[in-house]
C-alpha cells in the first residue's frame, strides 16, 4: 500500500480560503488591544465548518510575543476543572509562566480529596513541574508533607532562598485563607489564582487561551440562556482571565450574556460561514482537482463546508481518476468511503467507536477483528483530513465522520469493540499502575475509559464500575470518578423525562448514585448526598446497593439523624454479606457506642475484626481506635492506652498517615485526664500536626484537651483561651456534639472561677445538644451528677438524666462506672453542701 502525501489544508491565501478576512482582522484587533480585563473572540459556526483548524491557524499566527494554549473540551477529561486547570498550567509552565501560588493551592485541593495519601513526588501533582513543590519535597528530606497551605508555606520559607519570591508566597492573602475554606470554596480559590498567575505574566508577555468545542460541555442549552452546571468552572475561569485574550469556538453563540449582562461587554462574536464559491473552488484546484465541472459539482454539494472539502480532496487522492461527483454532502461522505480500501474503511469504522486512538488502540481493534494493523496502514488513516492530531501520538476523529461511520455498524458490532476496547484500556491501567509503561495520559484515565466502554458494551457490572473508581482512587484521582460519573450520568440519560438511546443494565444508575454520594461526602455535603439516597427499604446484597446505603446513612448522620442512620447501618450489617459489610458493621459498632451501648459495640467490633479481609488494615485499626474511645468514654483510663497502642500499630503497619495523626489527638485526650502536664505538651505536637491536615474538628477536640488539663493544672486564664480556639474550631467544622462536650468541661472551669450561674446554663446547654444529637447518654448522666454535687440541679437536667440512663450499656458492672465517674469528677470540682 502507498501512503498518501499529507495534504497541506491551508495555503498561503488563507485569509480568501478561509472567507474569514474580518473574523482574522478581529483576531489582529484583540490581540492589539489586550487591557486589564477579560476578553472573548467568541467563533461560532456550525459542525465542520473549519472552526478547529481556524484556531490552529491562529494560534500559528499568533507571533512569539504572546504565550498560547488549547483546551480541547471534545476530550472528556479536559472538561473537568482539576484536569483542565493540569493541562493549561503545563502548556503555560513550558513557557516561562510561574505558578507558585497556584501550586500550593492546587496541591491542598488535591490533599483535601485525597487525605489518605501523603504528599511524594510519585503523588503530587507538577512535582516535577513545579520548582517551589519541588522545594518543597526536597526540603522534607523525605518525611511526610501534609497538604495545607500552612503547612506548604512555611516548609517554603526554608525552602525557597529568593527573598522576593518567598515574601510573596508567605505574604499572599488568599494562600492565608485556604485552610479555613470548604472544598467548593477551594476550588474557586484555585481558579482565582490561576488567573492570578496569567494576570502577572501578562505584565511581560501577553497571552491567548484557544478553547474549542464548547457545545462538548453543554450539549443542550436550556431556555433563557441557562446552561448545565458542567460549564461553571469553564466561565469562573474565562471571567478572571484579565490581561488576555480567549478564542472559544462553539456551534450557537456562547449564551451567558442573557443571565449576567457584564458578559455582553466581555464576549465579542465573529460567526464561520461556509465558504464562497470562490473560495471553495481555490482550495480544490489547489489540492489537484483542475476539471471545471468536478470542481462546481464538489462545490456546490459541499454547501461551503471545510469538512466535506477536505473529504472531497481526500477521495482524490485515492482515486484521481474522474467519476460521476456527489450531489449532496453525505454522497461526498459515500464515494470517499466507495474509494478507500474496503480493510481501511472497516478499520475506521471500528475506530470510531472510540474517544481517542493511539497506534496501541488501532492494533487491539485491528487485531480483534483480523484487519492490517502494519504502520503503513497506520500513516495511512492518520493522514486522512477527518484524523485530528493531539499530543503524544493521539487521534480522535472528526464528529461528523464519526456519525457517518458508525451508521454502518449494527449494535452487535459495536458492543464487540466496545468489549476489546474495555479490555485494552484496562490491560493499560494495569501496566501503568507497576509502572512499566508511559503512554502519555493520566495514570486514572484508561480506567475512566474502561468504565465508559465497558457501560456502552454492556459487559461490566455496577460492582465493578466501583472497582475501578476505587482503584482511580487509590491513584490520587478524584477527578477520574467524577469523569466516571459524568459518562454514567450521559449514558443514563441527561435528565429524567429523556430515555437513554438503549437499556441500560440493572444497577448503572445506584452505581452512579453511589460513586457521587461518596465524592459529595468527600467534598462536606451531606445535604447533596442525602438528596442521591433516599431511604428505601430495599435489598442490600451487592456491593452497590450496600456503599450506596451507608453513603446515605453518613450523610444522615453528619447531618444530626443518628438513630436513622443508625437503622440504615444495621440493615446494611445484617443484609449484606460482601465487600462492604467490614465497613458497615464499623459503622454499626461507632454508632453503638455514641449512643450508649458500649458492651454491644464491642462485641460487634471483635466480630467485625474477625472478618477484615488481610487488605483492610485501616479499618483494623480503626475498630482499636473505637474500643480506646469506648474505654476512656468509660473512664477505664489503663485499658483505654492499651487498645491506644494497639491501634498505633495497625496503622503504622499500613502507613496510614490520618490515622496515625488521630491517635496523636487521642492520646493528648488521654493524657488530660492521667498526666496533665504531659498532655499540653503532647496537645502542642498534635496540633502541629492536625494543623498541617487541615482537620478542623480534629483542632477542635486537640484543644478540647489542652484546656481540659490546662484547667486541671490551674492555669485557668490560658484554659479560657484554649477553649475559645476550640469552640472556634469546632464550630468551623460543624461538629455539634464535639463543641457540646467543650462546653460541659468549660463549665467546670466556670466552677473553680466562681461563676455558678454561666456554669449551671452551659451544663444544661450541653445535655441539650447531646440529647438532640442523640449521643453521649453517658455523659449526660455525668452531668447531672455533676450538677448534684455541687448544687446545680434543674428540673430539665434531672429529666434528661432519667430518659439517658436506661441507655447506657456499660462493660461490666454499672457500679464500676458510676465510681470512675465520680473519681474524674472529683477531678474538676468540689463537693457543695
Known amino acids: 500500500m502507498s501512503i498518501r502525501p499529507r495534504y497541506r489544508r491551508v495555503s498561503a491565501l488563507q485569509r480568501q480560503f478561509f472567507n474569514r478576512e474580518d473574523l482574522l482582522d478581529m483576531y489582529d484587533e484583540e490581540l492589539a488591544s489586550m487591557s486589564d480585563g477579560p476578553r472573548i473572540l467568541n467563533v461560532v459556526g456550525i459542525g465542520g465548518i473549519g472552526k478547529s483548524r481556524l484556531l490552529q491557524e491562529l494560534r500559528g499566527r499568533t507571533s512569539d510575543t504572546s504565550r498560547t494554549a488549547r483546551l480541547d473540551l471534545q476530550l472528556p477529561v479536559l472538561r473537568q476543572q482539576e484536569d483542565a486547570l493540569a493541562v493549561l498550567r503545563t502548556e503555560y509552565g513550558a513557557q516561562d509562566v510561574r505558578f507558585d501560588r497556584f501550586d500550593i493551592a492546587y496541591a491542598v485541593l488535591w490533599q483535601r480529596v485525597h487525605p489518605q495519601l501523603q504528599m511524594d513526588r510519585g503523588n503530587t501533582p507538577f512535582a516535577e513541574e513545579s520548582e517551589v513543590l519541588s522545594k518543597i519535597l526536597d526540603e522534607a528530606m523525605g518525611l511526610p508533607v501534609f497538604g495545607t497551605a500552612a503547612g506548604l508555606v512555611r ?58 468545542a464548547y457545545e ?31 478564542v472559544l469556538a462553539s456551534r450557537e453563540a456562547v449564551p451567558w450574556a442573557a443571565y449576567d449582562r457584564d458578559w455582553a461587554s466581555v464576549i465579542r462574536k465573529a460567526r464561520v460561514g461556509g465558504l464562497p464559491m470562490a473560495a471553495r ?62 480493510d481501511e474503511v472497516r478499520i475506521l469504522e471500528l475506530l470510531s467507536v472510540a474517544r481517542t486512538f493511539d497506534l496501541e488502540v488501532f492494533r487491539a481493534v485491528g487485531r480483534s477483528f483480523d484487519l492490517p494493523t502494519n504502520v503503513l496502514t497506520w500513516e495511512s488513516l492518520t493522514a486522512y483530513s477527518f484524523a485530528y492530531p493531539l499530543p503524544q501520538g493521539w487521534y480522535r476523529l472528526h464528529q461528523l465522520m464519526i456519525a457517518a461511520l458508525q451508521h454502518h455498524l449494527s449494535d452487535r458490532v459495536k458492543r464487540h469493540v466496545h468489549a476489546v476496547l474495555r479490555q485494552h484500556w484496562e490491560d493499560l491501567a494495569d501496566r501503568m499502575g507497576t509502572g512499566a509503561e508511559n503512554s ?24 465493578e464500575i466501583l472497582r475501578h473508581a476505587d482503584r482511580a482512587l487509590g491513584m490520587s484521582s478524584r477527578q477520574a470518578v467524577d469523569g466516571m460519573v459524568k459518562d454514567l450520568r450521559d449514558r443514563l440519560g441527561p ?147 492499651e487498645l491506644l497502642e494497639e491501634a498505633e500499630a495497625e496503622y503504622h503497619a499500613v502507613g496510614a498517615a490520618i490515622g496515625l495523626a488521630n491517635i496523636r489527638t487521642n492520646r493528648a485526650e488521654l493524657l488530660a485526664f492521667t ?79 466562681g461563676d455558678r450561674g454561666t456554669a449551671r446554663e452551659l451544663l444544661l446547654h450541653a445535655a441539650r445538644e447531646f440529647e438532640i444529637c442523640q449521643v453521649y447518654p453517658s455523659l449526660i448522666v455525668a452531668i447531672h451528677r455533676a450538677a448534684e454535687r455541687t448544687g446545680l440541679t434543674h428540673p430539665e437536667l434531672t429529666a434528661m438524666a432519667g430518659r439517658a440512663r436506661p441507655a447506657v450499656r456499660p462493660l461490666g458492672e454499672a457500679e464500676d462506672l458510676r465510681r470512675r465517674t465520680e473519681a474524674v469528677l472529683s477531678m474538676f470540682i468540689e463537693v457543695t453542701s
Not at 442 to 460: D, K, Q, T, W
Not at 508 to 530: T, V
Not at 540 to 569: K, P
Not at 703 to 712: G, K
Open 440 to 463: 502519555g495520559v493520566p495514570r486514572s484515565s484508561p480506567l475512566r475509559e474502561a468504565v465508559y466502554h465497558g457501560i456502552h458494551g454492556e459487559n461490566l457490572s455496577p460492582e
Open 155 to 212: 516548609i517554603t520559607g526554608r525552602a525557597v532562598a529568593n527573598r522576593q519570591r518567598r515574601r510573596r508566597i508567605e505574604e499572599d492573602p488568599t494562600l492565608r485563607e485556604l485552610d479555613s475554606l470548604s472544598n467548593a470554596e477551594l476550588g474557586h480559590a484555585v481558579t482565582y489564582l490561576f488567573a492570578e498567575e496569567m494576570r502577572q505574566s501578562a505584565e511581560e508577555r501577553p497571552y491567548v487561551l484557544f478553547v474549542d
Open 495 to 641: 435528565s429524567a423525562g429523556v430515555r437513554p438511546a438503549a437499556p441500560v443494565p440493572a444497577g448503572i444508575r445506584d452505581a452512579a448514585d453511589c460513586l457521587e454520594a461518596e465524592s459529595k461526602l468527600e467534598l462536606g455535603d451531606a445535604g447533596g448526598a442525602i438528596a442521591l439516597t433516599p431511604v428505601l427499604e430495599t435489598p442490600v446484597r451487592s456491593l452497590v446497593s450496600a456503599r450506596l446505603a451507608l453513603a446515605g446513612a453518613n450523610a444522615r448522620r453528619i447531618a444530626g439523624e443518628s438513630s436513622l442512620a443508625a437503622r440504615i447501618f444495621e440493615r446494611v450489617w445484617e443484609g449484606h454479606d460482601g465487600e462492604a459489610r467490614a465497613s458497615a458493621g464499623f459503622c454499626v459498632a461507632d454508632i453503638r457506642m455514641w449512643q450508649g451501648d458500649f458492651a454491644g459495640a464491642f462485641a460487634l467490633a471483635e466480630e467485625v475484626q474477625g472478618i477484615c479481609a488481610p487488605g483492610e488494615g485501616v479499618i483494623r485499626g480503626d475498630l482499636k481506635r473505637l474500643m480506646h474511645l469506648g474505654y476512656r468514654f468509660l473512664m477505664d483510663f489503663s485499658r483505654a492506652e
Open 675 to 753: 498526666d496533665p502536664g504531659a498532655a499540653v505538651a503532647e496537645a502542642g505536637a498534635a496540633l502541629e500536626i492536625q494543623r498541617d491536615l487541615g482537620a478542623q474538628h480534629e483542632i477542635g477536640k486537640v484543644y478540647t484537651a489542652m484546656a481540659i488539663a490546662q484547667t486541671r493544672l490551674g492555669l485557668l486564664d490560658r484554659a479560657v483561651l484554649s477553649f475559645g480556639n476550640a469552640n472556634t474550631a469546632l464550630d468551623r467544622a460543624g461538629y455539634r456534639s464535639g463543641r457540646a462536650r467543650a462546653d460541659m468541661f468549660r463549665a467546670f472551669l466556670l466552677l473553680r472561677r
Open 216 to 246: 462538548a460541555m453543554v450539549p443542550t442549552p436550556l431556555p433563557g440562556g441557562r446552561s448545565f452546571a458542567s460549564d461553571a468552572w469553564l466561565r469562573d475561569l474565562l471571567g478572571q482571565l484579565h490581561g488576555g485574550l480567549t
Open 281 to 342: 473552488l481555490d482550495l480544490l484546484a489547489q489540492a489537484g482537482i483542475v476539471e471545471i465541472p468536478r470542481q462546481r459539482s464538489i462545490a456546490e454539494a459541499s454547501a461551503g463546508v471545510p469538512f466535506y472539502l477536505h473529504l472531497a480532496v481526500d477521495t482524490h487522492l485515492q482515486n484521481p481518476v474522474p467519476v460521476e461527483e456527489a450531489a449532496t454532502s453525505e454522497e461526498i461522505v459515500q464515494r470517499f468511503l466507495q474509494h478507500v480500501a474496503p
